[in-house]
């Protein structure tokens, strides 16, 4: 089977087999990618991410069911969605859980779901994340949902990543919302209360309320850390001063309460992304930074491709008698064939 | 090239109610270093196999307590033929009479295993049963 072409005609078999490909790296792997790149660019990609437990794949659920059953005078979209779950550092194993909270879609031919464990990456995304999100997007998913347990790094991750970021908070936490909020500031495009059956939801939204007004008076807000430093460089080529206020959307998702406000509030995140002149910014950084990991990776493996184990060795074992500073070990390293 | 991950469905199927058995071996599976996609309570065939496609898996584990074994089993093999799936090594773990377990496994489940039988012979055998696959 030719996995690319039948992806671009939509084959669920032809998909799943290449997400296997891209995540064991294989040579079908990247050569699959290479084939299908031209025909990606096109989906909407919504991170989702927050606290475990939260209620992100309960709120993907309901989120999906809505894009899948839009008000009457809306086109239906097709729903990918890949859940990221972290793999055991001890095993290597995993146990990926999110689908037992996405029953409701199966059956629809328009959603395709793809758990994924991170294999070893630090943080919540797995190194073939935005492969699986490419495979998606080529065959013709326009609304790809990304979630991932929000832990640290793992949330601005997600938010390079993707177009939309929604950080899931729930009432109950206790005071992890005061430790997280900063991260939460500084990645979130929708904050999403879930659980607001649960007692304690007005103190968390007063809460994340004041944090967010803090912030905004703090600085004229951008939405990513990145974004302070792209802005100083062009700001003649900024091409509209439009802001978007992150808003707090209270959902419950286990009855989808408050699931048809959210989905609107993605779908004017979207707009705005479009109108403002953001999506093109947010695309060229999310690709640079996918350019930039791989070819990281590239060099440390041509690198590691050249180098000798034993001299790597000697090295090491020279910094670790304190002969030699770390900072001198990697300049010999770097020209390994000049020492002895 | 990374190294390659086995990859387990387990499914409870049917309307029993817990699924304690399935989460012991779900977790036991992780420790051997598989990737375990957990799907929970009453799934139906259908469910089952189109999980099992969109998740490339090379195993589908059935936890079958409800005596229906005779009318899953076959239904769930007939699916994954009918995607193009028959790679994928069905088990089951259950309460399952002697008489049945030949006729299981005759109809292509790899293995059948009753209350009792210790997570390491499953892996051992889900190991055996794919190694043709993994390289
Ligand atoms: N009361 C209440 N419970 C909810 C709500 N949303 C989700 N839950 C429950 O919260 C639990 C966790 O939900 P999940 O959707 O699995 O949460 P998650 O954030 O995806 O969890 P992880 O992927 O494990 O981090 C489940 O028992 C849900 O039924 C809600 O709005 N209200
Ligand atoms: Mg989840």
Not at chain 1, 249 to 263: C, H, M, S
Not at chain 1, 266 to 287: D, N, P, T, V, Y
Not at chain 2, 53 to 62: I, P, Y
Not at chain 2, 82 to 107: S, Y
């Amino acid at each position: 089977m030719n996995l690319a072409a039948s992806i671009l005609e939509g084959n669920r078999l032809a998909i799943a087999r290449l997400m296997t490909q891209v995540e064991n790296d294989t040579v079908e792997g990247l050569a699959g990618l290479e084939a299908i790149f031209p025909h990606t660019g096109q989906a909407h990609l919504i991170g989702v991410t927050g606290a475990p437990g939260t209620g992100k794949s309960s709120l993907v659920n309901q989120l999906a069911r809505c894009f899948r059953h839009p008000p009457p005078g809306k086109e239906p979209c097709r729903v990918g969605i890949i859940a990221v779950d972290p793999s055991s550092p001890f095993s290597g194993g995993a146990i990926l859980g999110d689908r037992i909270r996405m029953r409701d879609l199966a059956g629809d031919p328009g959603v395709f779901i793809r758990s994924m464990a991170t294999r070893g990456s630090l943080g919540g995304i797995a190194k073939a994340t935005s492969g699986l999100i490419q495979i998606l997007d080529a065959a013709g998913y326009q609304t790809i949902f990304i979630e991932t347990v929000g832990a640290g790094q793992a949330e601005v991750d997600i938010a390079r990543l993707a177009h939309t970021t929604l950080v899931v908070e729930a009432p109950g936490l206790g005071d992890d919302i005061q430790a997280i909020k900063a991260g939460i500031l500084e990645i979130a495009d929708i904050l999403v209360l879930n659980k607001a059956d649960r007692p304690g939801v007005e103190s968390a939204e007063t809460a994340l309320r004041s944090a967010l007004r803090l912030a905004s008076s703090n600085e004229t807000r951008s939405q990513h850390p990145e974004y302070i430093e792209g802005n100083q460089a062009d700001d003649s080529t900024v091409t509209s001063n439009k802001v978007w206020s992150p808003p707090i959307i209270r959902t419950i998702a286990i009855d989808g309460n408050g699931i048809e406000v959210l989905a609107e509030k993605i779908e004017e995140h979207r707009c705005f992304l479009k109108e403002s002149g953001e999506w093109k910014k947010r695309e060229k950084l999310r690709l640079q930074s996918e350019v930039d990991a791989l070819l990281q990776r590239t060099l440390m493996q041509q690198w590691r491709d050249k180098m000798s184990v034993m001299l790597y060795e000697k090295i090491l074992s020279q910094v670790t008698n304190r002969k030699i500073s770390t900072t001198n070990a990697v300049k010999l390293l770097m020209n390994g064939d000049n020492i002895q | 090239m990374t190294e390659k991950k086995i990859r387990v469905l387990v499914a409870k199927p049917g309307l029993d109610g817990h699924d304690r058995g399935a989460k012991v071996v779900a977790r036991a599976l992780r420790d051997a270093g598989m990737e375990v996609i957990y799907t929970g309570l009453r799934q139906t065939p259908e469910m089952i196999a189109e999980a099992a496609l969109q998740e490339d898996v090379d195993v589908v584990g059935l936890s079958i307590l409800s005596g229906a074994h005779m009318a899953l089993a076959p239904k769930v093999l007939e699916l994954l033929k009918t995607n193009q799936q028959e790679h994928v090594r069905v088990f089951i773990g259950g309460i399952i009479p002697d008489e049945d377990i030949q006729a299981l496994k005759d109809m292509g489940v790899v293995g059948v295993y009753g209350p009792g039988t210790t997570t390491e012979e499953i892996i051992g055998d889900i190991r055996k049963a794919i190694s043709g696959r993994l390289n």
